[in-house]
């Protein structure tokens, strides 16, 4: 199957529509769309992916009516919060009802829905009449695609259309929040910081971003893996590395001492976490590409998008070579 790239969204609309798989773009990653409420189509989305199928999907919706009409049961904020956190990069979790069938949520009891915020993929979410169900664009394990050549790098010749509405203005997929029980939990470390979140809530959340249950590829501790192997040190450690001819340096913006003649990355000259977010998936990518064999790196401080950015170099740093 040859792939093509293009902004044509009648194009994707009509592949959707006949549950083929399309590429879309989201302000936070790129993701592999299909019908999620055809089981068929979201076979090929595992399938794609090369991802095992007991990991659930997010189903993308165009605005909070679409979702109401598919809700059983809702916690008393969740019309709100949506309100407040989207389109934009939250995914809620609640519990599930009949239509969507269950290798959508790989038979959990609950499903996950968030509103993207990105005009093609409103537009196109708007004139199809069924959810996307959408991953990370990205084959399973490895880094999450923030523009359409990424996109094109993994998954040519596996899906028939790349939708492209440019470079992902976050580059770090949704948070996740578990709507199912009493209170909210975080899932997963994502664009929404916790702060922005336990503000509107008035107190703090709990997080199980490592929870028993394992229910997130995201939570798999091996994970987003630019394929070569990272090393995770403290800022000082980091600082007092001594390199070998091998390493590639990563840093929020510090220049490391014996940084000469290594390729290295700063993620934002003047450490902003959220340019650092958004240009973290592609510098994992350009140093997998590097001809260096190791990325040696340190943990972003731990508030605002610091928590999303350490959790995916931990993940990536756990893959084992
Ligand atoms: O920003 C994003 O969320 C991107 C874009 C494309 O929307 N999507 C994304 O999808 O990151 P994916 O499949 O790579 O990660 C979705 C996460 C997975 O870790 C999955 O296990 C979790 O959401 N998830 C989905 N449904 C769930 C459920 N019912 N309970 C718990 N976790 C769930
Ligand atoms: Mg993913």
Redesign the pocket.
Known sequence: MKTQIGKDLSEAIRLLKLGELVS?P????????GNGLNPLAVAKIYDAKK?PSF????L?FPNFKRIQSILKTTPPYLKDLVERFSPG?L?Y?VE?SNEIPDIT??G?R???F?I?NHPLTLELLRAIDFPLA?????LFGMT?PTNSTHVFDQLKDRIPYILDGGSCKLG???T?L?CTGDKPVI??F??TTKEDLETWFGYNLAIEVNGP?A?????LSAHYSPGIPIELFSEQEWHNFLPDEDCAFLSLFKIHPKQMNHPYIQLSLNGDLNEAATNLFESLRYLGKSNCKRIIAHRMPEEGLGLAINDRLQRAAATRF
Do not use: C, Q
């Open positions: 879309i989201t302000e936070t990653v790129y993701g592999l769309a991802r990991n659930p999907l997010i993308h990069p995914t979790i599930k949520t790989s959990l609950s499903f996950a968030r993207p959408a991953p990370s664009a990205n999450s770090v997929e949704s996740i578990d899932r997963r994502g664009s249950k229910l997130s590829p995201g939570m």
